[in-house]
């Protein structure tokens, strides 16, 4: 058996070092400072180049001094308010460890779009006061979740992006009077369920498409004010899905005539469970009646299916382990 020519063995070498350098990531050297964003810059990233096509980019928060990214901030422009966009150019944008992307803007209107955000215990903050970014694009969930998180004060976000993944997703609404508006463009598909945290006598969670809450169960803190309503079949919470209230003043705003059903109701952070049938406020029709917990003129039908009964104890007890970063501005 003849060997192969020495340029046949040189050629292979060099492109599996080709792959090699290609599918390396690329990964944040540094914090971004004050004022300065690496959407568009490299001077903190690895390779010293900005963002292109063809590369993954990390934020590690492993390393304190390199674990936050910001968004560009808008700059002032007289006249109307107007919408400046934000793309990244990367294939991917990975925030894991507890990576940060701090979202920066001024008084207008900032559009942030990431084509494909990967979260693996990685937090989207809002931390510009007095703003309400759009934010856009689609969100991949691994196995440590993400945080979606208004960092207390007078601001918002409008998620406009697709979750999609096996990972749990985390809306942590603040303070201040400007809600999380959750309004996925299509359903989301991510499994590892919604937990939802925050001041009730404030912000609030603003649900307004249908398959919002993807296929897993969704829970509600102490002090959680959510509204649903805007879709057009009401099938907000997955028919198999448990909402489940952990206690406390949280209340949901049923704002849509028409009725969700879902797999299972807890009032005491699944503990315990409600009857089957309707529940919603007095004017809904519901058989069953509860103005501490629900509002407006939608109902939930509570069906339960075999699969949501076993899996209840499982993704309750998964609420209670579950432990927010504290994010800085």
């Excluded at 690496?38 to 292109?52: E, I, Q, Y």
């Excluded at 309503?229 to 705003?253: C, P, R, V, W």
Aim: glycine share 14%; charged share 15%; hydrophobic share 35%.
């Amino acid at each position: 058996m003849k060997n192969p020519p020495l340029n046949s063995i040189m050629f292979l070498m060099l492109m599996a070092m080709t792959q090699m350098v290609s599918a390396q990531a690329v990964t944040l050297t540094a914090d971004d400072p004050a004022g300065k964003s690496s959407f568009t810059s490299g001077v903190r990233w690895s390779d010293g180049l900005a963002p292109s096509a063809g590369k993954d980019y990390v934020v590690d928060g492993t390393n304190s001094s390199s674990d936050a990214m910001r968004s560009p901030g808008s700059s002032s422009s007289s006249g109307s308010p107007y919408i400046q966009t934000a793309t990244f150019a990367g294939d991917s944008l990975t925030l894991q460890n507890g990576g940060l992307l701090s979202l920066k803007g001024s008084n207008y209107n900032n559009r942030v779009v990431i084509d494909n955000l990967i979260l693996d215990n990685g937090t989207v903050a809002a931390n510009q006061p007095n703003t309400v970014p759009l934010f856009e694009g689609n969100i991949h969930l691994l196995s440590g979740g993400g945080i979606i998180d208004l960092d207390n004060g007078d601001r918002g976000i409008a998620l406009k992006s697709v979750v999609t993944g096996t990972g749990a997703l985390s809306l942590v609404t603040g303070t201040g009077g400007r809600p999380i508006s959750f309004e996925s463009v299509s359903a989301n598909t991510y499994s590892g369920g919604t937990y939802i945290t925050g001041s009730r006598s404030s912000n609030y969670l603003n649900v307004k498409n249908d398959g919002i809450f993807g296929t897993g169960d969704v829970f509600l803190d102490s002090t959680v004010l959510i509204s649903i309503g805007s879709g057009t079949t009401h099938d907000y919470i997955n028919d198999s899905a448990m909402l489940s209230f952990d206690g406390g003043t949280s209340s949901i705003f049923l704002d849509f005539a028409g009725t969700d059903t879902i797999g299972a109701l807890s009032f005491d952070g699944g503990s315990t469970f409600a009857a089957v049938g309707t529940w919603g406020a007095t004017g809904s029709g519901a058989a069953n009646i509860d103005d501490t917990r629900f509002s407006g003129t939608g109902v939930l039908n509570v069906i339960p299916e075999p699969s949501s009964v076993m899996l209840v104890a499982i993704a309750a007890f998964s609420f209670g382990i579950l432990k927010i970063r504290k994010r800085r501005n």
